[in-house]
């Protein structure tokens, strides 16, 4: 047992009879949670000193589940007594009058438990045997021997207990007055709640952002989706500006009044604490501790900074772990690690604000909750602040916005222009720290104040809710309050001592600070001056070749500010090779804000057009963030991050692939691809962009949209595709890739229909053929009957012949590429472009072979013959991506592979097999491997599978499991240094699979050196 949650007895003999009969009802709940069993199989409930039958907690545990320790019997009785209760009071108890209560003779039909708890003794063994022994001398009386289980707990057994169950050992510590400082069980923790029993106010109105969703959710789906994540072990970050609600939300996820399709988390199974509390232990310490009792808890932490969310992240995320975490917090533009889910919450309506203030502030007319409502922007902190002010009504209704700042400021106290000048100067950084005294000294005399009065002043402000504390740290929050504020004081002090004091001759940490909240104040004149002087050819941050660290960061807080010259920086510093070069590890973070600029369609075509700079200077391949996704995902119909239509987005596509420059023309067709995609959305950039309104772009609403956002895109493949060219062939596989999404997904059959009319004329487009087939395959239950008979048309149409000799010449002729076979084939092409275009050739063949039920087992024994060319490899991407039962296919290939003797076996078109299924089920692939590396005939080629996805780890675990099992022969590990195969582990990773590889005779050292030596050439970065 973790020290944390040990109880002692004697908070045990504290209880009083309610709080015993509870303890012992969270007990037994806590232990059929754990047991998976569901909690509603306890029943408790009325006063403890109530005629009740002899029992207090029941449980009914129907079907039975085996279950047994302190619940000992799926149905079991509980008698719980806050008094001693020795051995002379147990007939009484079980027998009154000499007559067995009728719970105890129901337990004996169902083999039941029958237990009495005695909160205040605390026993020796013979005195808990004596205890025990009138109990059972109670059933021969009534001829129950053997038929019910009894039992005497003791508060030393109940302790016990209360130390498997965590969130218990809490709940005794809160109750008995004694909690661990800062953490609470399940109660009121959200600022101006009074008790759990507050209704909720479902706010209709209010947006909650939820992970890849086009548009805001309501609370209720938001409360659904926080619920359903987590059922599991998670984490969770809400965010939104401080007063919008997000730890009452949290709190309403507990909360069973409030019905969504995922039941309520069990608000006997949290911890909470709020950072500024200084709890102790710390959270981290907390979680470490819940995952060494193996607790599924769930633990949520207020006011918690990114850095602290991070640690708790990779602490609760570690294999085996349970703990369920949430974080809260105001900063809403952090950057999150991975495996966090995030919820973005805005403000409240006025509706709902007016609703909570009548609670609070009964003497407030309707006039002052509608003007309060009004200004306080959605945000419950600061309408809680206005009308605390208040001390008759009436006053607010006729307030100015000048008349409601000074409301705010001066509430009950006598006006004080020191303290406004205070606000003003500490808001114009988006925090400061109160344990430099540098920082103080310059606001202080930016307030005209000395640093005692200042920090006077800014602990007033604390005490009004207008400052919000975190250890050092002091922010003027909400932003609605601050930036109004530092857009006053930017006014009114010279600009040049602001740049000479905040920037010039200030700490990085000041000037990040103030740049940040510059950031905010798009709307103010004077910031845009500053900002766009800043942005010139000469200016302080203009040059962005030659920024520091500091100047970067600088450079994407200010770049909202004033978005045209920002875009200008950028588009200067991408004339210069090296800017753009993938040498410049600094190239992500302005390709980022490059595609935040993009949003407004009147900046789209510069913006991409300084992408595509990136992107031309990529290696292909290269896949460090890289930047072809980024204006790729500014081509999506749904969550690209831009306003731009269609008409805009298709010129930039037209112009790409009708380019005389290769790499122009690739990246026309990448954004072409996803122009066209009608079904699979989802994004990991960011939206936000400072203080900025935005959403997640543009997307179709109406059909008519719809067909408006496809048909250029479709028009420019056709027309494109209708050449007899390397683009042209290019065009028909982008389209006919698109055919299945655009037909089922779209609606747009009688676009591919017409399309494939005119690309009939050019190769019979096998590539639309393969896209009707898959409709077929998966869809066709899916479409009405019109829709199925034009497809079935088309397919008539389109359909190839000769499947099987096409594979045989294209695919298993050995030792040629068949070229002649190709029309239209210059013998003067550069050998590398006939290379791939048979490879393409027989990965498309492979597509259509997945679809021939019978062919694929005739061609099996020829496709993994060691006499195989590299093209049955793209043979086998193809089948993989189209395949309908990859399990049968495996199986038929493990018998070949069993049978075959050394050497005449290659698993080439196997390893191309899970390229291809990868790609469309990587599921299914994950669950493949996860037996592969112990199974008798794939863990001797187990390397040479894994390694055709990229190495995540899980994958790792694997490798080093079959290195443990031995049963791979060591020249298979050689697959690690091929294709930087080792790119995506970490650094311990590698060189634990390297040390297990190096410790395995017969060749392992050899192996392990030729790996090592991979993994030094190829790595990005090298040190000491």
Not at 155 to 183: F, Y
Request: proline share 4%; charged share 25%.
């Amino acid at each position: 047992m973790h020290p944390i949650f040990t109880i002692t007895t004697e908070a045990i003999l504290k209880l009083n009879d309610e709080q015993s009969r509870e303890l012992v009802a969270r007990l037994c709940r806590a232990e059929l949670r754990k047991n998976g069993i569901s909690e509603a199989a306890v029943i408790w409930g009325g006063d403890q000193r109530a005629k009740d039958g002899g029992v207090d907690v029941r449980v009914d545990v129907d079907p039975p589940m085996g279950i047994s320790g302190y619940v000992k019997r799926e149905h079991s009785a509980f008698q719980v007594k806050a008094e001693k209760f020795g051995p002379g009071k147990i007939s009484g108890e079980m027998a009154p009058k000499g007559v067995l209560r009728p719970a105890i003779f129901e337990l004996a039909n169902v083999n039941g438990a029958y237990v009495i708890v005695s909160t205040r003794d605390s026993l020796s063994a013979s005195s808990l045997s004596a205890r025990i022994k009138a109990m059972a001398e109670c059933m021969p009386d009534n001829r129950l021997s053997g038929k019910v289980i009894v039992d005497f707990y003791d508060c030393r057994k109940i302790a016990d207990w209360v130390e498997q169950h965590p969130a218990i050992a809490n709940w005794i510590r809160s109750v008995t007055g004694k909690p661990l400082v800062g953490w609470q069980p399940y109660s009121p923790w959200a600022y101006q709640e009074i008790d759990t029993d507050s209704e909720y106010l479902v706010d209709d109105r209010v947006k909650v952002f939820v992970p890849n969703a086009d548009e805001g959710s309501d609370v209720l789906s938001a409360i659904n989706h926080l619920r359903y994540d987590l059922s599991k072990n998670v984490s969770v970050r809400i965010v939104g500006l401080s007063g919008v609600g997000k730890t009452r939300l949290v709190q309403a996820l507990f909360d069973k009044r409030i019905c969504t399709e995922q039941p309520a988390l069990d608000a006997e199974n949290v911890l909470y604490t709020d950072l500024s509390d200084n709890p102790t232990p710390q959270p981290n310490a907390m979680v470490e501790a819940l995952m060494s009792e193996n607790s599924d808890c769930v633990v949520v932490i207020d006011n918690c900074g990114q850095d602290v969310h991070q640690r708790l992240t990779e602490t609760a995320k570690r294999l085996g772990s349970k703990v369920r975490l949430v974080t809260v917090e105001y900063d809403i533009r952090e950057d999150l690690p991975e495996g966090t889910i995030c919820y973005r919450l805005e403000g409240s309506s006025n509706d709902v604000i007016k609703q909570l203030l009548k609670r609070r502030f009964k003497v407030l007319s309707n006039n002052d909750l509608d003007k309060i409502a009004e200004f306080s922007d959605g945000n419950a902190r600061v309408a809680y602040a206005l009308a605390s002010s208040t001390v008759t009504t009436g006053e607010l209704a006729q307030l100015r916005d000048y008349e409601l700042f000074k409301r705010l400021f001066v509430q009950k106290h006598a006006e004080n222009d020191e303290i406004l000048r205070c606000a003003k100067a500490a808001s114009l950084l988006y925090s400061f720290d109160t344990s430099s005294g540098s920082e103080i000294d310059i606001l202080a005399s930016f307030a005209e104040v000395s640093v005692i009065t200042y920090s006077r002043l800014v602990t007033e402000l604390y005490r009004r809710g207008l400052v919000q504390q975190r250890g050092i740290w002091r922010a003027v929050l909400p932003h609605a309050i601050s930036n109004r504020l530092a857009m006053q004081a930017i006014e009114e002090l010279p600009k040049n001592l602001l740049i000479k004091v905040l920037v010039e001759d200030a700490s990085d940490r000041v000037a990040r600070s103030f740049s940040r909240r510059l950031g905010y104040l798009h709307e103010s004149k004077f910031v845009c001056a500053i900002v766009q002087e800043w942005l010139q050819p000469n200016g302080r941050y203009g040059e962005l070749t030659s920024l520091n660290k500091i100047g970067r960061e600088i450079f994407a807080n200010i770049a909202p500010v004033h978005q045209e010259a920002a875009l200008n920086a950028l588009e200067r510093a991408t004339l210069n090779p090296d800017f753009v070069s993938t040498e410049n590890y600094d190239r992500g973070h302005f390709a980022r804000i490059t595609r935040s600029l993009a949003y407004d369609p009147i900046l789209f075509g510069q913006a991409v057009n300084v992408l595509l700079r990136f992107v031309i200077a990529e290696p292909e391949g290269y896949n460090r963030e890289s930047t072809r996704d980024m204006l790729k995902s500014l081509f999506y119909c749904h969550l690209s991050g831009t306003e731009a239509r269609s008409d805009v987005r298709s010129k930039f596509v037209r112009e790409l692939i009708l380019s005389t420059y290769e790499r122009k023309r690739n990246a026309g067709f990448l954004l072409l691809n996803a122009a066209l995609e009608a079904w699979h959305f989802s994004s990991h950039y960011g939206f936000d962009f400072g203080a900025r309104k935005r959403g997640y772009g543009w997307w179709p609403r109406t059909y008519d949209e719809v067909r408006e956002w496809y048909n250029p895109f479709i028009e420019i493949a056709v027309e494109v595709g209708k050449g007899i060219t390397e683009s042209g062939r290019h065009a028909r596989v982008v389209l006919g890739e698109s055919v299945r999404g655009l037909w089922v997904g779209a609606g747009l059959s009688s676009e591919i229909t017409a399309a494939g009319k005119e690309l009939l004329l050019i190769d019979g487009w096998p590539e639309g053929w393969l896209g009707i087939r898959s409709i077929l395959q998966y869809d066709k239950d899916k479409i009405s009957e019109e829709s199925l008979q034009e497809l079935l048309n088309i397919e008539h149409m389109l359909a190839p012949r000769e499947l099987k000799t096409k594979i045989g010449a294209r695919v298993l002729a050995r030792g040629s590429f068949a070229y002649d076979l190709d029309e239209g084939c210059d013998d003067a092409e550069d050998p590398s472009v006939k290379y791939r275009s048979a490879e393409m050739v027989a990965e498309d063949l492979g597509k259509a072979a997945a679809f021939e039920n019978d062919l694929l087992p005739e061609l099996l024994p020829e496709l993994l013959s060691n006499n195989t060319n590299s093209k049955v490899y793209n043979f086998g991407v193809g089948v993989g991506q189209n395949v309908c039962d990859a399990a049968k296919l495996l199986v038929q290939a493990k018998h070949i592979v069993r049978s075959a003797k050394p050497g005449e076996v290659s698993l080439i078109f196997l390893r191309g097999f899970i390229s291809g299924w990868q790609k469309v089920k990587p599921e299914e692939v994950s669950a493949f491997l996860d037996v592969a590396y112990h199974d008798e005939v794939w863990g001797k080629w187990f390397p040479e599978l894994q390694l055709r996805v990229d190495l995540d780890d899980a994958g790792y675990e694997r490798l080093l499991k079959s290195l443990e099992l031995g049963k791979t022969p060591i020249w298979q590990y050689k697959y690690l240094s091929y294709g930087r195969a080792t790119d995506t582990l970490k650094v311990e990773q590698i060189f634990a699979l390297i040390d297990g590889v190096g410790s395995k005779p017969e060749g392992g050292l050899e192996v392990a050196i030729d790996v090592l030596y991979m993994v030094i050439h190829c790595a990005n970065e090298k040190n000491d």
